[in-house]
Each structure stands twice: as structure tokens, then as C-alpha cells.
């Protein structure tokens, strides 16, 4: 059972429950089970027992324990939302931290219905469990910090969804997610390639990314579409095998039907969106598809075993308009609709 210590309280994403809450419940019955309800309250002083006492203390365990089998079946195979607002590394510009937060509140402008889907958030077993508590400085202990958040979502039953934050937390919920599912495939939907090896002399940057979640589920596990920016150096390397790499979107229809019944992480750069389109990220790439292609793209997965995903990159700074976090908040939408599918 998740603790909930690597979380922070945030406001919450359209129609989610708090998860907090359903886990603290969970955890209060159990807690019920193992020690027994009535060892509260001692017998009487002549020896007889406070019937009355332990009757009100049976009834309250009782319903206790009705409110936790209720949350234990919330959680089952629920969608859990977090926020993972990591923004030390981005090349351009910066902001991606404050993604979660805006994508939050722009879900609100959003319908709890898709029509796209025929699915209503309303009826859908979703969750937010806030921000992961970042402390600010080395990025090591910041991914760990992640990859615990991801293990522990992952221990209840649900399936998480990450918002972002920098690309560079898409690599502590792989390691994770692999962790639970060994045969894991990833879907990365990105405007850049992600797969430096260093960038300027370093190893973990979102820049390198894909490379590192390469060495985690082998380069060929990974199917890139809607790449556009890319190093001669990152072309030789993704492009092995060539049939995971397309800079189209409706390389996505091909990916669904290789994926099959596997495991499946989504990673979606907002940035694969024309910049006319979501201006409101860290390195905009001119030439991408409309927003309305890349959802239409995104029907295409539906079907699929979609274990986990997220959306980064966010950067509201640049947003003046809000129609970056208004787009990533239908995305998300859409995504809840495929993983609780």
C-alpha cells in the first residue's frame, strides 16, 4: 500500500478524486484488521466488559472497514494523475515547472465528456495525487524522488499518469514502470529526438533522455513519431532499427498494430505540436502537425495496454494565451480515456 509521502497538495485536475484520501482510507482499514477495534477501551474495573462501549467501537470499525473496501475497489486499475515539476535541465528556455499547475487549472475549461472517446471522466475510476515533493538542487535524488512516486502508484493497482515538468522525468518512470512490466514497449511522441548521448558534457538532460530509457527497455522497445529536430549523431542511432522512427504522426496507426497486447508507456513532448499551435513550451520546433491532427493521431492507440504515460513541457511563461495548457489538458483527457479503457 502507497505511503503518499512523496506527494504535495495541489489543486486537482477535473473530476479526479484525491488519492490521498483513498489511500489513507485503504491503509485505516488495514490498520483496523491487524489490530482489532475494540483494544481501545479496557474492561471495567470489576472485570466486565464495557458492552456498550464496544459495541459503538464495533460499529465504527465496521464502517471504517466498509469505507476502505470501497477505496481498495476505487483504486483498483484507477488512473492516477501526479505532477512532476522538474525544470533543470531545459537547453532554451525554461518553465516547464510550473506544467502541472496550469494544465490542472486548464482542465477546467474542458468538458468531463469526450466525444471522441464516448467516455465521461465522471464515470471513470481517476485520481490526483498532487505534486511530487521536488526539493530543489541535484537531479539524482529529483528522479529518484519520481521513480518512488511511480513505484508507489504503481503497488496500489493504478496506472499513473505524469505531468510534467521537463522531459527528463519520463526516465525515473520508465525505470519504474519496467520494473513492474519487463516487456514493456514506449510510444514517444516528440518533435526533437531526445537521444543525445551527452549534451554539453552531460549525461541526464532532457535532450538525452530517450538515449538513457534506451539502456532501460533496449533501443528496440522504443517507437518514435512526429521527430522533426535531430543531430546526425541522434539520426544513426535512432533510426536502428528504421522501422520505430518516423517523423509522421500516422506512424502511430503501424506502432498500435506492432504493439499488440504488450505493456505500453506513452511519452508526449507538448512540443510535437506546431508552435502555432502551443507556443507555451521550453523549445518550439516550427513544421508540426495541428492539434487537431495530433488527436486525431491519438485515436489511433486506442485499444491499446496503456500501463502508464505522460505529457511534458509545459512551460506557461510562454502561454500568454493559455491554448498550450488548454491542449495538454484535452490530451490528458483523451489519455485518462485510453488507459481506464
Same mark, same amino acid.
Given at each position: ?29 488495514? #490498520? ?63 518553465? #516547464? ?245
Amino acid at each position: 500500500m502507497g505511503s503518499v509521502n512523496h506527494f504535495i497538495d495541489t489543486s486537482r485536475f477535473m473530476a479526479a478524486r484525491d488519492y490521498r484520501v483513498a489511500v489513507r482510507g485503504r491503509g485505516a482499514g488495514d #490498520a483496523l484488521r491487524k489490530h482489532g477495534a475494540s483494544d481501545a477501551h479496557p474492561d471495567a474495573a470489576d472485570g466486565t466488559p464495557v458492552a456498550g462501549q464496544r459495541l459503538r467501537d464495533a460499529a465504527v470499525a465496521g464502517q471504517r472497514l466498509r469505507d476502505a473496501a470501497v477505496a481498495r475497489q476505487q483504486l483498483r486499475n484507477a488512473v492516477v494523475l501526479f505532477g512532476a515539476p522538474l525544470d533543470a535541465t531545459m537547453s532554451f528556455r525554461s518553465g #516547464a515547472r510550473h506544467g502541472p499547475r496550469a494544465i490542472r487549472e486548464y482542465s477546467y475549461v474542458l468538458e468531463t465528456f469526450s466525444a471522441q472517446a464516448g467516455l465521461d471522466l465522471e464515470t471513470l475510476a481517476l485520481f490526483d495525487a498532487g505534486d511530487v515533493d521536488i526539493a530543489p538542487g541535484e537531479i539524482r535524488p529529483a528522479l529518484g524522488m519520481i521513480h518512488d512516486a511511480v513505484r508507489e502508484i504503481l503497488s496500489d493497482g493504478c496506472k499513473p499518469l505524469m505531468l510534467g515538468g521537463e522531459h527528463l522525468v519520463t526516465l525515473p518512470a520508465v525505470e519504474a514502470v519496467h520494473g513492474a512490466y519487463p516487456g514493456l514497449m514506449v510510444i514517444q511522441i516528440d518533435a526533437h529526438a531526445d537521444m543525445r548521448e551527452q549534451y554539453l558534457g552531460q549525461d541526464l538532460t532532457h535532450a538525452g533522455v530517450m538515449r538513457r530509457v534506451s539502456a532501460v527497455v533496449g533501443r528496440e522497445n522504443i517507437y518514435s513519431a512526429g521527430i522533426r529536430s535531430i543531430s546526425a549523431d541522434e539520426y544513426e542511432y535512432a533510426r536502428c532499427p528504421a522501422t520505430n522512427f518516423s517523423p509522421r504522426l500516422d506512424a502511430l496507426d503501424d506502432f498500435a498494430h506492432i504493439a499488440g497486447n504488450r505493456p505500453v508507456y506513452l511519452t508526449i513532448d507538448i512540443d510535437v505540436v506546431d508552435p502555432a499551435f502551443a507556443p507555451g513550451t521550453g523549445a518550439p520546433e516550427p513544421g508540426g502537425p495541428s492539434s487537431r491532427e495530433l488527436l486525431d493521431a491519438l485515436a489511433g492507440l486506442s485499444g491499446l495496454d496503456i500501463v502508464a504515460a505522460d505529457i511534458v513541457e509545459v512551460a506557461p511563461p510562454y502561454d500568454a494565451a493559455g491554448i498550450t495548457a488548454a491542449l495538454a489538458a484535452k490530451i490528458a483527457r483523451e489519455v485518462i480515456m485510453m488507459m481506464a479503457g
